[in-house]
Each structure stands twice: as structure tokens, then as C-alpha cells.
């Protein structure tokens, strides 16, 4: 490639992720162009810096295919009015198997960049959190209720969570958890059909589908007001620990 068309194509990278985050272009190409240009853009972990959100963990799994056909959807749905202004859909990470499933609200703006969930600050803290009831973040699933960003980070309206929540659904089928952890009230709420506020909801074993659910705030909460939060949630996360042992006995 000669250096005309090498300065042509940075400057056209260069647009491109400034206003969709590569996900033009990665909709429209082939799994072999997807391929190489993950290739291409691999950071020195080898981790693709490009959005992946198909990439997913336990290629050789049965399931596979079904949940990384539903994230194929996610990523191509304009079923509501927030794929308009998304950069990335972010259908979720983690492993097929994983026995543990976090669920927060809905993608912020580092998640809307990189199309991964909980990636920003929140995500750094839930990375934190996983660490203290000893477990790592490759071993769980990590998603949200709606798979685009709410302008401005603001709450999902009912109808957006309403037309998101059946890919939810197909994930949690799919993926089977043992228990789900639910982050922040949005996401409880969703989950469990119910109004009622998170401080109300927390602190007590709820199911959804013969899954146990544990409720609490969400990370971002924590951050904004640690003094207030990060005792409940570190209650919650006990809780959860223990009920986790207890099932795996």
C-alpha cells in the first residue's frame, strides 16, 4: 500500500471511530474482514482494541453459536430509537458457561466507545468487588438490561427496556446461571417486575425463572457515594458468595 493511500486510510479510520467507534464498518464487513481487522488492531495483550463484542470466551462450547447468534442481533438492532445515536451496541461479555451473571442498566460512554460493558470506572470498581468475594471477571457473564446507551447515561425508558429485554432473556436461557446479581435498581426492576426501589429489593434472595437473584446498588452509586453504599453492597456481595458456596456444595 503505497503512503497516499496509507494517509487515506488512517484519515478515514481516524473519522470513522470518531463517530461510530467502527461500527459501520463493522457491520457491514465479512467474519474474514472481521477477523483481520482484529488482527490488525490487536494491543500488545493481543486483546483486540477494536469493538468485539462477537468475540466471545469458549468458542468450542455447545452454545456457542446460539448466544453469539443472539449477540449478532444485538449488534445489528434498530428496533428502538437508541441505535440512532449508539457507537456501539454492547451485548455482553464473559463465558457461555459462566455460573455467576451480572446485569447493570445499560452501556455509559467508555462501553459506547469500546462496545464492552462495564469498561469505565463502575466497570473498574465491579472488577474490584468480583476480586473480593474471589472471583475474576473471565469467569462471569457481564451484561445489561438495554444494549445501547441512553443519552446522557440517563435511566432506559420502559418501552426501550420492553424491546431490549427478550435478548436478555435468550442470554439468561442460553447461559443457565446458577445465580444473577442484579446492579442497580433499573436492572432489578426489570428482572424482577417489580416498582419497588433497590434499598427496598436488596438484602434478600428473589428468583427469576427458578434462578436465584440477588439485588444491589450499582457501582456507579458506590463511586458517587461510597460512605452510603459500600457497606450494603458489601453485604450483598457476601451473600452472594455464600449462597454461590452453598449451591456449588
Not at 35 to 42: G, K, P, Q, T, Y
Not at 43 to 48: A, K, L, T
Not at 116 to 145: C, D, H, W
Amino acid at each position: 500500500m503505497d503512503i497516499k493511500k496509507q494517509y487515506n486510510r488512517l484519515v478515514d479510520d481516524t473519522l470513522e471511530y470518531l463517530t461510530t467507534g467502527f461500527a459501520r464498518r463493522w457491520r457491514e464487513q465479512t467474519p474474514e474482514e472481521r477477523s483481520e481487522l482484529i488482527e490488525e488492531n490487536a494491543g500488545d495483550d493481543g486483546r483486540p482494541v477494536v469493538p468485539s463484542a462477537r468475540v466471545q470466551e469458549n468458542s468450542a462450547h455447545p452454545r456457542f453459536l446460539q448466544l453469539d447468534g443472539v449477540n449478532a442481533e444485538v449488534l445489528d438492532c434498530t428496533k428502538c430509537p437508541l441505535h440512532q445515536e449508539r457507537r456501539n451496541a454492547v451485548p455482553g461479555r464473559g463465558p457461555v458457561d459462566a455460573e455467576v451473571m451480572f446485569i447493570g442498566e445499560g452501556p455509559g460512554e467508555m462501553e459506547d466507545i469500546q462496545g464492552e460493558p462495564f469498561v469505565g470506572k463502575a466497570g473498574q470498581l465491579l472488577t474490584k468487588m468480583l476480586s473480593a468475594i474471589q472471583l475474576k471477571r473471565e469467569e462471569v457473564y457481564i451484561t445489561n438490561v438495554v444494549k445501547c446507551r441512553p443519552p446522557g447515561n440517563r435511566t432506559p425508558l420502559p418501552e426501550e427496556v420492553a424491546t431490549c429485554f427478550p435478548y436478555l432473556e435468550r442470554q439468561i436461557e442460553i447461559i443457565g446461571p446458577l445465580i444473577i446479581c442484579c446492579l442497580g435498581g433499573p436492572a432489578a426492576n426489570a428482572i424482577l417486575g417489580s416498582d419497588s426501589g433497590i434499598s427496598k429489593l436488596r438484602g434478600t434472595i428473589h428468583l427469576f425463572r427458578d434462578i436465584p437473584v440477588i439485588p444491589t446498588y450499582h457501582p456507579a452509586a458506590v463511586l458517587r457515594f461510597p460512605e452510603k453504599y459500600k457497606r450494603p453492597v458489601w453485604n450483598d456481595l457476601k451473600m452472594l458468595r455464600d449462597y454461590y458456596r452453598d449451591i456449588k456444595k
